[in-house]
């Protein structure tokens, strides 16, 4: 019967393709991204994945000959759910590297289980100081920072350099926002400057009104404030609608005047002082390379966390690339990661002997660029910045 | 005292917001026994499609009217839909209710993240209200002025209607009791279809006079959510008086509390709640009978 034979000849291409795809995917690199890509981190977990993807299309999405295969799950910012979605990508994707993580209580949360599943995971955000100190791990690597790494640096130079003595700190009410909020202080104080209040509402705050109450009782030479994604844009656009931008010069953490911040705020934004390891604004071939190629890619600015998922990404590729896609042996692929230096858009990458990036901070004031509309400027540079600050010590 | 005049103006603006909110909520819930989960979904969709609308014809106003209009319809349009097939259910179908409003939470969050993306986005303040004004010496920015203005006047029109015309004697003898207001002629079910309209609409109003103060992102939809249900809890289900004094209190209470007893904010929009239901159950103004 014809219809059997036609039958048989399916199967039998079928087993064919099966088999054969088989074989390639246990050729695949797979790569987990875990982002908080539902709620508050939205935003920059699109960006994120957005520069991770960059970084792998730029490497051809292959290394040695095998192909990149990336896998995002939502961490939804919680950390029952990112353990959960870690040990998915790890135990039925059978990813060989994980990246990601924006919110520090995920990141903590998955240390032991990555610890004791020998599973390395690239870090790209979470700042959560004690993961790459007291809790490292040989399989956790930062791109990011510390939290302190930054801001301990800044504080000093706000009291220093700047020159502004009285500050008060508004941060939004979490572990990382506290230390920072504490760091800034100790960075303040060792430059003479005090800290005369500190203001933590909570991460969800939809109008910061109530609080500039306090401020201006407060009365200082000027604000410091960390707040990221939609909160950020609220709080800078209050702050100038009040009127506070000309009575108290506001400086912030990066994401404070993050690019998508920038266009939605507007002139509100304009002469916000904020620092980070990276602007889109740096004057670097490396740098107008990458940000030529995310705006032709995305049709947008890169913010601070594609720069974020692009270095992560980044730090990946050249590990993969120092085994030859070799993942079998994960010490080889750990001392190969430990290893990588490359150019960055923000400068020169490399990681400290506890797995922690070293970075360029650079101070950055919103202000129009070239184009017209507005950029962070980079106004000052300090180098090579490493966790315990100033260099080799604890911060604290 | 002046710290306490701009916490006061601050606690109005915030006040008239969620009374926006929670009198759309509140009549809804009053006349149709419907808890519309789903309010929060249509105060930004307002603000969407605000920001849609402002970007294609740069008028804000235009922008201010017309959002709650199309959002209105759209209100219209699923209760005749999706609401109206549930009425006739056993208990009147609230479980089904919740669990369908439950459900457009997150198509509607979908549908916004797919067309407009996930970033916040900003709603530029009109021309005619950036600045600030001074007032005995408490500044406040001119469109958190127009804000206040502009919860008071909808308060009043609003209560023209419902205690001082025909439509609104038929919708308080719905609220009073839908089945005798049927048995005297009165279209209840087209009554229905008003309210929800009304009620989204007010919502969407919200959501885009909110816009140039607090940014137009996915995820507003249920940080609002939240307060409003307390706000209605309070005032007591189906009054709009409820809806406004119990707005303002919570609007002054939270913008207190933030000030002079930072570590029990949200604590205290809860406990105000308690203080509340302990000596009224039913609310400030909610009605007796069940």
Same mark, same amino acid.
């Given at each position: 019967?014809?219809?059997?034979?036609?039958?048989?000849?399916?199967?039998?291409?079928?087993?064919? &393709?099966?088999?054969?795809?088989?074989?390639?995917?246990?050729?695949?690199?797979?790569?987990?991204?875990?982002?908080?890509?539902?709620?508050?981190?939205?935003?920059?977990?699109?960006?994120?994945?957005?520069?991770?993807?960059?970084?792998?299309?730029?490497?051809?999405?292959?290394?040695?000959?095998?192909?990149? @295969?990336?896998?995002?799950?939502?961490?939804?910012?919680?950390?029952?759910?990112?353990?959960?979605?870690?040990?998915?990508?790890?135990?039925?994707?059978?990813?060989?590297?994980?990246?990601?993580? /924006?919110?520090?209580?995920?990141?903590?949360?998955?240390?032991?289980?990555?610890?004791?599943?020998?599973?390395?995971?690239?870090?790209?955000?979470?700042?959560?100081?004690?993961?790459?100190?007291?809790?490292?791990?040989?399989?956790?690597?930062?791109?990011?920072?510390?939290?302190?790494?930054?801001?301990?640096?800044?504080?000093?130079?706000?009291?220093?350099?700047?020159?502004?003595?009285?500050?008060?700190?508004?941060?939004?009410?979490?572990?990382?926002?506290?230390?920072?909020?504490?760091?800034?202080?100790?960075?303040?104080?060792?430059?003479?400057?005090? @800290?005369?209040?500190?203001?933590?509402?909570?991460?969800?705050?939809?109008?910061?009104?109530?609080?500039?109450?306090?401020?201006?009782?407060?009365?200082?030479?000027?604000? !410091?404030?960390?707040?990221?994604?939609?909160?950020?844009?609220?709080? @800078?656009?209050?702050?100038?609608?009040?009127?506070?931008?000309?009575?108290?010069?506001?400086?912030?953490?990066?994401?404070?005047?993050?690019?998508?911040?920038?266009?939605?705020?507007?002139?509100?934004?304009?002469?916000?002082?904020?620092?980070?390891?990276?602007?889109?604004?740096?004057?670097?071939?490396?740098?107008?390379?990458?940000?030529?190629?995310?705006?032709?890619?995305?049709?947008?600015?890169?913010?601070?966390?594609?720069?974020?998922?692009?270095?992560?990404?980044?730090?990946?590729?050249?590990?993969?690339?120092?085994?030859?896609?070799?993942?079998?042996?994960?010490?080889?692929?750990?001392?190969?990661?430990?290893?990588?230096?490359?150019?960055?858009?923000?400068?020169?990458?490399?990681?400290?002997?506890?797995?922690?990036?070293?970075?360029?901070?650079?101070?950055?004031?919103?202000?129009?660029?070239?184009?017209?509309?507005?950029?962070?400027?980079?106004?000052?540079?300090?180098?090579? /910045?490493?966790?315990?600050?100033?260099?080799?010590?604890?911060?604290? | 005292?002046?710290?306490?005049?701009?916490?006061?103006?601050?606690?109005?603006?915030?006040?008239?917001?969620?009374?926006?909110?929670?009198?759309?909520?509140?009549?809804?819930?009053?006349?149709?026994?419907?808890?519309?989960?789903?309010?929060?979904?249509?105060?930004?969709?307002?603000?969407?499609?605000?920001?849609?609308?402002?970007? !294609?014809?740069?008028?804000?106003?235009?922008?201010?009217?017309?959002?709650?209009?199309?959002?209105?319809?759209?209100?219209?349009?699923?209760?005749?839909?999706?609401?109206?097939?549930?009425?006739?259910?056993?208990?009147?179908?609230?479980?089904?209710?919740?669990?369908?409003? &439950?459900?457009?939470?997150?198509?509607?969050?979908?549908?916004?993240?797919?067309?407009?993306?996930?970033?916040?986005?900003?709603?530029?303040?009109?021309?005619?209200?950036?600045?600030?004004?001074?007032?005995?010496?408490?500044?406040?920015?001119?469109?958190?002025?127009?804000?206040?203005?502009?919860?008071?006047?909808?308060?009043?029109?609003?209560?023209? +209607?419902?205690?001082?015309?025909?439509?609104?004697?038929?919708?308080?003898?719905?609220?009073?009791?839908?089945?005798?207001?049927?048995?005297?002629?009165?279209?209840?079910?087209?009554?229905?279809?008003?309210?929800?309209?009304?009620?989204?609409?007010?919502?969407?109003?919200?959501? @885009?006079?909110?816009?140039?103060?607090?940014?137009?992102?996915?995820?507003?939809? +249920?940080?609002?959510?939240?307060?409003?249900?307390? +706000?209605?809890?309070?005032?007591?289900?189906?009054?709009?008086?409820?809806?406004?004094?119990?707005?303002?209190?919570?609007?002054?209470?939270?913008?207190?509390?933030?000030?002079?007893?930072?570590?029990?904010?949200?604590?205290? /929009?809860?406990? +105000?709640?308690?203080?509340?239901?302990?000596?009224?159950?039913?609310?400030?103004?909610?009605?007796?009978?069940?």
């Amino acid at each position: 019967m014809p219809n059997h034979r036609y039958c048989r000849l399916f199967w039998a291409l079928a087993l064919i &393709v099966g088999c054969g795809g088989t074989v390639w995917a246990q050729g695949e690199i797979k790569v987990g991204l875990l982002y908080s890509t539902s709620g508050i981190y939205a935003g920059p977990s699109k960006q994120g994945i957005e520069g991770a993807t960059l970084a792998f299309e730029e490497a051809g999405n292959q290394i040695g000959g095998r192909k990149i @295969v990336l896998i995002v799950e939502d961490d939804e910012a919680k950390p029952d759910v990112a353990l959960a979605k870690a040990k998915k990508l790890v135990e039925s994707d059978r990813v060989q590297v994980l990246m990601g993580v /924006i919110w520090s209580p995920n990141a903590m949360a998955l240390r032991p289980y990555l610890h004791e599943r020998k599973a390395p995971l690239v870090l790209s955000e979470a700042a959560v100081r004690p993961i790459t100190q007291e809790a490292g791990s040989p399989y956790i690597f930062r791109t990011s920072f510390a939290s302190g790494q930054m801001t301990h640096p800044f504080g000093n130079y706000a009291c220093s350099k700047l020159g502004y003595k009285k500050i008060v700190v508004i941060a939004f009410d979490s572990v990382f926002g506290r230390e920072e909020g504490d760091f800034f202080e100790s960075g303040c104080k060792q430059a003479g400057g005090a @800290v005369v209040e500190k203001i933590y509402p909570p991460v969800e705050t939809a109008d910061f009104a109530p609080y500039f109450a306090r401020i201006q009782q407060a009365n200082p030479d000027a604000v !410091w404030a960390l707040w990221s994604g939609a909160a950020a844009l609220r709080f @800078v656009k209050q702050y100038s609608d009040f009127g506070l931008k000309q009575k108290y010069p506001l400086l912030g953490f990066g994401p404070l005047t993050d690019e998508f911040i920038l266009k939605a705020a507007g002139p509100a934004a304009q002469g916000v002082i904020s620092y980070y390891h990276y602007s889109p604004a740096i004057d670097s071939a490396d740098n107008k390379r990458f940000v030529e190629a995310y705006r032709k890619r995305f049709g947008s600015e890169p913010g601070v966390f594609s720069s974020g998922g692009y270095l992560a990404a980044r730090v990946i590729i050249e590990g993969a690339k120092a085994v030859q896609g070799d993942f079998s042996d994960t010490g080889r692929f750990l001392a190969a990661l430990k290893a990588v230096q490359f150019d960055a858009p923000g400068g020169k990458f490399r990681f400290d002997a506890h797995q922690n990036a070293i970075h360029n901070l650079y101070i950055r004031k919103v202000q129009p660029g070239p184009g017209g509309p507005l950029v962070n400027m980079p106004i000052d540079v300090l180098k090579d /910045i490493e966790q315990y600050w100033p260099k080799g010590k604890p911060a604290k | 005292m002046q710290v306490a005049g701009f916490q006061i103006l601050n606690g109005l603006v915030y006040g008239m917001l969620l009374f926006l909110l929670s009198a759309g909520l509140s009549l809804i819930f009053g006349l149709m026994r419907v808890l519309n989960l789903a309010h929060g979904s249509f105060y930004m969709l307002g603000a969407f499609i605000g920001l849609a609308l402002l970007g !294609w014809t740069g008028n804000y106003w235009l922008a201010l009217l017309v959002a709650p209009l199309l959002v209105a319809l759209l209100g219209a349009l699923i209760e005749v839909l999706f609401l109206r097939p549930l009425y006739r259910r056993e208990h009147g179908g609230h479980l089904d209710q919740m669990l369908l409003t &439950v459900g457009f939470i997150f198509v509607f969050a979908d549908i916004v993240r797919s067309i407009w993306g996930a970033d916040v986005l900003g709603l530029p303040t009109p021309e005619l209200l950036t600045g600030a004004v001074s007032f005995l010496g408490v500044f406040m920015p001119k469109y958190r002025v127009f804000i206040i203005a502009l919860g008071l006047a909808l308060g009043i029109a609003l209560w023209l +209607v419902i205690e001082h015309s025909g439509i609104g004697t038929k919708l308080r003898a719905g609220v009073d009791d839908a089945d005798m207001a049927a048995g005297l002629g009165i279209n209840v079910s087209r009554m229905f279809t008003w309210t929800f309209a009304l009620g989204v609409g007010l919502a969407a109003l919200a959501g @885009v006079a909110a816009g140039p103060m607090l940014g137009v992102n996915v995820g507003m939809d +249920v940080e609002i959510l939240i307060v409003t249900l307390i +706000v209605v809890v309070i005032g007591g289900m189906g009054s709009l008086k409820g809806a406004l004094l119990a707005s303002v209190l919570i609007g002054e209470a939270d913008t207190f509390g933030k000030v002079y007893l930072p570590e029990a904010t949200m604590f205290l /929009i809860y406990l +105000v709640m308690l203080g509340v239901l302990l000596f009224r159950p039913t609310g400030l103004f909610g009605l007796r009978h069940q």
